[in-house]
């Protein structure tokens, strides 16, 4: 059974930046599409940060240049590197597996999640 733990949130000021971990038991990271997704104060969940079994990246739009994706496979961790943090970042971070796909990850269903990491930035 796949479970997916978050760690690294916390509060920040903005300029400042944060590594967020979420490490994965029960499953390979290098055999599924994971991701990055945030919830801010009163916004729908979204994904920032998509990683593809073969390593390729892809981010959205407002966190390019600032955020990086990357995993570990001999760790089964998957990471986010934050910096130059906005309140606009502000937000429950959730990292998620779509565990049937490899490939074109910002179109996939992601069918696993962690419980989150709050990433509070004040200005």
């Known amino acids: 059974q796949l479970q997916l733990a978050e760690s690294g949130g916390g509060s920040v000021q903005a300029g400042g930046s944060l590594r967020l971990t979420c490490a994965a038991s029960?499953?390979?990271?290098?055999?599924?599409?994971m991701a990055w997704f945030r919830q801010g104060p009163g916004r729908e969940r979204g994904g920032v940060a998509f990683?593809?079994?073969?390593?390729?990246?892809s981010y959205a739009d407002s966190v390019k240049g600032r955020f990086t994706i990357s995993k570990d496979d001999a760790k089964n961790t998957l990471y986010l590197q934050i910096t130059s943090l906005t309140p606009e970042d502000t937000a429950m971070y959730y990292c998620?597996?779509?565990?049937?796909?490899?490939?074109?990850?910002?179109?996939?269903?992601?069918?696993?999640w962690g419980q989150g990491t709050q990433v509070t930035v004040s200005s």
């Open positions: 990683l593809n079994a073969v390593g390729n990246t």
């Open positions: 998620a597996v779509a565990t049937r796909y490899l490939f074109d990850c910002r179109r996939r269903e992601f069918d696993r």
């Open positions: 029960g499953h390979t990271t290098s055999d599924s599409c």
